[in-house]
């Protein structure tokens, strides 16, 4: 897949690259027949990038995404303690919705990029 329409190399900051992979990450979804809830959703000073439903089941989805993989593959950036802020944030909107009887899971979406712009998109579902 290709990303020169998008100028990756030209971006300056890492919040570009995350905007432009989570632009990415959900078409993919859409694509992929999910309903999209909300975006960005903030709540207790943190974000969960996506949340969406596949089916009957509610997702939410954090979405990495890194130049190169260099340095590891985007997924890896989902840290314990990352996981366990996103956890927090789906029991919020879940209370907030009244939607505590509802089936979730957690999803992840890596975004990597090469030299040549082009990207590399992986879906790693329940992946905690």
């Known amino acids: 897949m290709t990303s020169k329409q998008y100028g990756v190399l030209d971006m300056q900051t890492p919040f570009d690259l995350g905007k432009l992979g989570e632009k990415i990450a959900l078409h993919f979804l859409e694509d992929n027949k999910y309903k999209i809830t909300a975006r960005s959703y ?3 000073r943190g974000e969960i990038d996506i949340i969406a439903y596949d ?3 509610l997702v939410f989805v954090e979405v990495k995404t890194r130049r ?3 340095y590891g593959f985007p997924e ?3 840290t314990p303690s990352k996981q366990q802020q996103i956890r927090k944030i789906a029991q919020g909107f879940l209370v907030k919705n009244n939607l505590l009887d509802v089936e979730c899971r957690f999803d ?3 975004i990597s990029f090469d030299e040549k712009e082009e990207y590399s998109i ?3 579902k329940d992946a905690f």
């Open 55 to 57: 089916q009957k089941t």
């Open 76 to 78: 890896e950036s989902v």
């Open 68 to 70: 190169s993989t260099d």
């Open 122 to 124: 992986r879906h790693i």
């Open 42 to 44: 903030r709540l207790f």
């Open 108 to 110: 992840v979406i890596s």
